[in-house]
């Protein structure tokens, strides 16, 4: 069983940016894909973006592209969302989540899943 642990979040000002990590143990984290989901208040969680397992496939929802960057550090066992322009749209509480099917180019079989971290960004 893969444990998720996020850190990061915070308070932030329209057009600041914020790092979340999430640090992974319990199996080789190398092997799967991983995920950042977001969730606003009375809202539904929503993908925001996939990395694959090697590193060498990125995914972002429309709304985050070109602002959002993945990435991950498999030395460090950790993932990361680097978050630029932030604008009030993007408050929420993201979560990172891991795939469960080993060496995969695209991650869909979200099974695990962290705790949050809260993102907030004032106007």
């Known amino acids: 069983q893969v444990r998720l642990v996020e850190s990061g979040g915070g308070l932030v000002q329209a057009g600041g940016s914020l790092k979340l990590s999430c640090a992974a143990s319990g199996r080789t984290f190398g092997n799967y894909g991983m995920g950042w989901f977001r969730q606003a208040p009375g809202k539904e969680r929503l993908f925001v973006a996939t990395i694959s397992w090697s590193g060498g496939h990125t995914y972002y929802a429309v709304s985050v592209k070109g602002r959002f960057t993945i990435s991950r550090d498999n030395a460090k066992n950790t993932v990361y969302l680097q978050m630029n322009s932030l604008e009030p749209e993007d408050t929420a509480v993201y979560y990172c989540?891991?795939?469960?099917?080993?060496?995969?180019?695209?991650?869909?079989?979200?099974?695990?899943w962290g705790q949050g971290t809260q993102v907030t960004v004032s106007s």
């Open positions: 989540a891991a795939d469960s099917v080993p060496k995969v180019d695209y991650p869909t079989d979200f099974s695990s």
